[in-house]
C-alpha cells in the first residue's frame, strides 16, 4: 500500500496534478490552476490513509468502479457489503473528486436528527419542494426514490461514523432539511474523511491516477475496463461497471458546446470533472438527457473561482447590490438569485453578515484566511471600504434586522433563514457573482441505476450514479441536494451492481 498524509502532504499532491489528465487537456490544463489555488480547502485533515499500490493491480475484480468521488465510494462501501470483491480507479492523484467541493450538506427529510431538533419535515414536502426548483422537469420516478430514501443514507452515513447532525435552510427549501457536520464546517472534506476511512477499514482496493479510458463489452455485455495506470494500458475484467465519474463542469468545451451564453463563466467544479464518464457512456449507446441543463452558483468569488457556500445565506447573511441595497429574496433558488445578480448593472454582488454568523458558518475561517472577505469593526466603516454609501447600507442593515425580529420580509418575500439578526461586529462582506457549479445533465438510468439506451433497454452490467447522471435535478438543482444524490444512488448502485455480478 502506499501512504498518503493529505494535510501534510498537501504540497506534494498538489505537485502531481499534472497526472489530472483527460479527453479534454484544454479544460483539463485551464482547471488546474483553480484546483491549485483551492487546495487548502480540499485536501482533507493530516489523519493519514492509504491508496493501494499499483504492484497489487489484479486482472480481475467482481465490480470496477470509476471515480473515487462520494458516490463511488458509497457504491464499493455497499457491494463490499453484499459480499463483492470491488476495485476504484481514480484518475486524479487524491480521491474525493467534486464532493471535496461541496461545502453545504446533505438534503434528507424524516430523519431521525430532524426528530430529535424538533423540525417537521416529510417526504413530500421534500419531494414537491425539490419539483418546484426544477421547475417540474424533474424525471419524478428517481426523484422519489432520492426523496425516500434519504433518511437511511443519513442513518447509514452516521453507522460509519459520518455523522450530519447540524441542520440548516439551504435555498428553496421551506423547512431546515440540509444536514451538515455537528461543527458547521463543510461537508465535503468531512464526508470524504470518514468515506476513505472506511474504504481503508474494508480493505477496499482504491488506485489514484489510474484513468479508465473505454468501458469493455462481450457479447453485449459490460464485461470491465481499459485502464492507464503509471503509463501503461491494462485490461481489467469485471462482472459490472459502475461509472461515477462526476459531471463536466470543468469541460469548457463541453459547457460552450451546449450553453454558448455561458463561455467565459468561471467554475466551482473541480479539475477532473470533465464528462469523461458520459463519452465513455454514449460510445456504448448510453442515452443522455438534460444536457443543456447546467447550473450555475450566485456566490461565487470571481478572480479564484471560490464557492461561498450556501450555509452563509442558510444562516441569515444578505446580499446587496453596490448602492448597498437588497434587491433578491437570498433564499430563493439558485438560478433566480444567479438571474437577479446578473441583472445588476455592475453583475456582481455582496454578501453581509456579521461576527455571530461566522462562528455558526465555519467555512467563514477559510474565506478570511483566503483573502476573501472584508472586514470592519461597524457597518459604516464596512461600507466605505466596499464604496458604499454608509448611510444607505446601515439603513438596509437595520431595516432588515427588524424584518427578523418582525419574522417579515414585505419587500422580498423571504421566510426562511430568518433566525439571526446582523447586529454584532465585527461585520464582513465578501464580493461574489455567478459561476457554473454542477451540471444536471448526464446519462440516464432508472431507479436501480442501471444505464439507459435512447429505446430505454439496460446496458446490462452497467450502473451509474452521481453527477454523471442526468434527470434528477431537472431544470435546477437545490442546494444539498448534491450530496443526497450521491449517497442514495450511489450506494443503490453497489447494491444493484453486486445483485447483477451475483447472478
Given at each position: 500500500?502506499?501512504?498518503?498524509?493529505?494535510?501534510?502532504?498537501?504540497?506534494?499532491?498538489?505537485?502531481?496534478?499534472?497526472?489530472?489528465?483527460?479527453?479534454?487537456?484544454?479544460?483539463?490544463?485551464?482547471?488546474?490552476?483553480?484546483?491549485?489555488?483551492?487546495?487548502?480547502?480540499?485536501?482533507?485533515?493530516?489523519?493519514?490513509?492509504?491508496?493501494?499500490?499499483?504492484?497489487?493491480?489484479?486482472?480481475?475484480?467482481?465490480?470496477?468502479?470509476?471515480?473515487?468521488?462520494?458516490?463511488?465510494?458509497?457504491?464499493?462501501?455497499?457491494?463490499?457489503?453484499?459480499?463483492?470483491?470491488?476495485?476504484?480507479?481514480?484518475?486524479?492523484?487524491?480521491?474525493?473528486?467534486?464532493?471535496?467541493?461541496?461545502?453545504?450538506?446533505?438534503?434528507?427529510?424524516?430523519?431521525?436528527?430532524?426528530?430529535?431538533?424538533?423540525?417537521?419535515?416529510?417526504?413530500?414536502?421534500?419531494?414537491?419542494?425539490?419539483?418546484?426548483?426544477?421547475?417540474?422537469?424533474?424525471?419524478?420516478?428517481?426523484?422519489?426514490?432520492?426523496?425516500?430514501?434519504?433518511?437511511?443514507?443519513?442513518?447509514?452515513?452516521?453507522?460509519?461514523?459520518?455523522?450530519?447532525?447540524?441542520?440548516?435552510?439551504?435555498?428553496?427549501?421551506?423547512?431546515?432539511?440540509?444536514?451538515?457536520?455537528a461543527d458547521g464546517s463543510s461537508v465535503g472534506t468531512y464526508l470524504?474523511?470518514?468515506?476513505?476511512?472506511?474504504?481503508?477499514?474494508?480493505?477496499?482496493?482504491?488506485?489514484?491516477?489510474?484513468?479508465?479510458?473505454?468501458?469493455?463489452?462481450?457479447?453485449?455485455?459490460?464485461?470491465?475496463?481499459?485502464?492507464?495506470?503509471?503509463?501503461?494500458?491494462?485490461?481489467?475484467?469485471?462482472?459490472?461497471?459502475?461509472?461515477?465519474?462526476?459531471?463536466?463542469?470543468?469541460?469548457?468545451?463541453?459547457?460552450?458546446?451546449?450553453?454558448?451564453?455561458?463561455?467565459?463563466?468561471?467554475?466551482?467544479?473541480?479539475?477532473?470533472?470533465?464528462?469523461?464518464?458520459?463519452?465513455?457512456?454514449?460510445?456504448?449507446?448510453?442515452?443522455?438527457?438534460?444536457?443543456?441543463?447546467?447550473?450555475?452558483?450566485?456566490?461565487?468569488?470571481?478572480?479564484?473561482?471560490?464557492?461561498?457556500?450556501?450555509?452563509?445565506?442558510?444562516?441569515?447573511?444578505?446580499l446587496v447590490n453596490q448602492q448597498g441595497e437588497r434587491f433578491v429574496?437570498?433564499?430563493?433558488?439558485?438560478?433566480?438569485?444567479?438571474?437577479?445578480?446578473?441583472?445588476?448593472?455592475?453583475?456582481?454582488?455582496?454578501?453581509?453578515?456579521?461576527?455571530?454568523?461566522?462562528?455558526?458558518?465555519?467555512?467563514?475561517?477559510?474565506?478570511?484566511?483566503?483573502?476573501?472577505?472584508?472586514?470592519?469593526?461597524?457597518?459604516?466603516?464596512?461600507?466605505?471600504?466596499?464604496?458604499?454609501?454608509?448611510?444607505?447600507?446601515?439603513?438596509?442593515?437595520?431595516?432588515?434586522?427588524?424584518?427578523?425580529?418582525?419574522?417579515?420580509?414585505?419587500?422580498?418575500?423571504?421566510?426562511?433563514?430568518?433566525?439571526?439578526?446582523?447586529?454584532?461586529?465585527?461585520?464582513?462582506?465578501?464580493?461574489?457573482?455567478?459561476?457554473?457549479?454542477?451540471?444536471?445533465?448526464?446519462?440516464?438510468?432508472?431507479?436501480?441505476?442501471?444505464?439507459?439506451?435512447?429505446?430505454?433497454?439496460?446496458?446490462?452490467?452497467?450502473?451509474?450514479?452521481?453527477?454523471?447522471?442526468?434527470?434528477?435535478?431537472?431544470?435546477?438543482?437545490?442546494?444539498?441536494?448534491?450530496?443526497?444524490?450521491?449517497?442514495?444512488?450511489?450506494?443503490?448502485?453497489?447494491?444493484?451492481?453486486a445483485k447483477y455480478a451475483n447472478n
Open positions: 500500500m502506499k501512504t498518503l498524509a493529505f494535510g501534510l502532504v498537501s504540497t506534494l499532491i498538489l505537485s502531481a496534478c499534472g497526472a489530472e489528465t483527460s479527453s479534454s487537456s484544454e479544460a483539463s490544463s485551464s482547471s488546474q490552476t483553480k484546483e491549485t489555488e483551492a487546495s487548502s480547502e480540499v485536501v482533507s485533515s493530516a489523519s493519514v490513509y492509504e491508496y493501494t499500490n499499483p504492484t497489487e493491480l489484479q486482472e480481475t475484480y467482481d465490480i470496477v468502479i470509476v471515480g473515487a468521488g462520494g458516490a463511488g465510494m458509497a457504491a464499493a462501501l455497499s457491494a463490499k457489503d453484499a459480499g463483492m470483491n470491488p476495485v476504484i480507479f481514480e484518475k486524479a492523484p487524491v480521491a474525493g473528486g467534486n464532493t471535496m467541493k461541496s461545502s453545504g450538506g446533505m438534503n434528507a427529510s424524516e430523519t431521525k436528527f430532524q426528530e430529535e431538533l424538533g423540525i417537521e419535515d416529510s417526504n413530500e414536502l421534500f419531494f414537491e419542494d425539490t419539483l418546484t426548483g426544477g421547475k417540474g422537469t424533474n424525471n419524478q420516478e428517481l426523484l422519489h426514490y432520492l426523496v425516500d430514501n434519504s433518511a437511511s443514507a443519513i442513518d447509514w452515513l452516521d453507522s460509519m461514523g459520518i455523522t450530519l447532525n447540524n441542520i440548516s435552510y439551504s435555498g428553496g427549501a421551506s423547512v431546515k432539511r440540509i444536514h451538515r457536520p470524504v474523511d470518514g468515506l476513505i476511512r472506511n474504504i481503508t477499514e474494508q480493505s477496499i482496493p482504491l488506485f489514484v491516477n489510474s484513468e479508465v479510458t473505454k468501458i469493455n463489452e462481450t457479447d453485449g455485455k459490460v464485461s470491465g475496463v481499459e485502464i492507464i495506470i503509471e503509463g501503461e494500458t491494462k485490461t481489467i475484467t469485471s462482472d459490472a461497471v459502475v461509472v461515477t465519474t462526476g459531471g463536466y463542469g470543468s469541460n469548457h468545451e463541453m459547457i460552450e458546446s451546449f450553453r454558448p451564453d455561458l463561455k467565459g463563466y468561471v467554475s466551482t467544479t473541480a479539475a477532473s470533472s470533465t464528462g469523461d464518464g458520459i463519452k465513455m457512456i454514449e460510445q456504448l449507446g448510453g442515452a443522455t438527457v438534460d444536457m443543456d441543463q447546467i447550473q450555475v452558483h450566485p456566490t461565487v468569488v470571481q478572480d479564484s473561482g471560490m464557492l461561498i457556500s450556501e450555509t452563509v445565506r442558510g444562516e441569515g447573511a444578505i429574496n437570498e433564499l430563493e433558488t439558485r438560478d433566480n438569485v444567479s438571474a437577479a445578480e446578473t441583472a445588476l448593472p455592475e453583475q456582481y454582488a455582496y454578501l453581509i453578515f456579521d461576527n455571530e454568523l461566522a462562528k455558526r458558518a465555519k467555512q467563514v475561517e477559510y474565506y478570511e484566511s483566503e483573502g476573501a472577505t472584508i472586514k470592519a469593526d461597524t457597518i459604516e466603516e464596512l461600507a466605505q471600504q466596499i464604496d458604499i454609501d454608509p448611510a444607505t447600507l446601515k439603513a438596509t442593515l437595520d431595516t432588515w434586522n427588524n424584518n427578523v425580529k418582525e419574522q417579515k420580509d414585505p419587500e422580498f418575500g423571504r421566510e426562511t433563514a430568518m433566525d439571526y439578526d446582523l447586529t454584532t461586529g465585527p461585520f464582513y462582506a465578501i464580493k461574489i457573482a455567478p459561476g457554473i457549479h454542477h451540471t444536471m445533465g448526464g446519462v440516464q438510468i432508472n431507479v436501480d441505476t442501471q444505464v439507459l439506451k435512447e429505446d430505454g433497454s439496460v446496458i446490462p452490467g452497467l450502473y451509474a450514479a452521481g453527477e454523471v447522471t442526468g434527470g434528477i435535478h431537472g431544470q435546477n438543482r437545490i442546494g444539498g441536494n448534491a450530496v443526497a444524490d450521491i449517497m442514495v444512488f450511489g450506494r443503490q448502485a453497489g447494491v444493484q451492481a
